[in-house]
């Protein structure tokens, strides 16, 4: 069993920046994918970013390359997700989930846990 806890979200003007953490209990969190989901109003929740278990493989959806960077840290149980160059449309609630499997796509339905996620908010 893993708990997932977001942090860093907030309120920021576009063209600005954030970043977003998860905090995950359980001994074997380097065993797992990781991914970034969000959820704007009246929308699907979306795929935003992965990672497999090593760090090594990182993938993003179109609309955030060259914006957003997930990343790591195993040792201290934590993915986060750097987000800089906001625009109005990023505005969503972000989920951090995480896969049983070492590697994970963009399918929810690969992710095994969920966090409760943070609202992100960003004024035009």
């Known amino acids: 069993q893993v708990q997932l806890v977001e942090s860093g979200g907030g309120l920021v003007q576009a063209g600005g920046s954030l970043r977003l953490s998860c905090a995950a209990s359980?001994?074997?969190?380097?065993?797992?994918?990781m991914g970034w989901f969000r959820q704007a109003p009246g929308k699907e929740r979306d795929f935003v970013a992965g990672i497999s278990w090593t760090g090594r493989y990182i993938y993003y959806t179109d609309s955030v390359k060259g914006r957003f960077t997930i990343s790591r840290d195993n040792a201290k149980n934590t993915v986060s997700l750097q987000m800089h160059s906001l625009k109005f449309e990023d505005t969503a609630v972000y989920y951090c989930a995480a896969a049983n499997t070492g590697y994970a796509g963009s399918n929810q339905d690969e992710y095994d846990y969920w966090g409760q996620g943070t609202q992100v908010t960003v004024s035009s």
């Open positions: 359980g001994r074997t969190f380097s065993s797992y994918a």
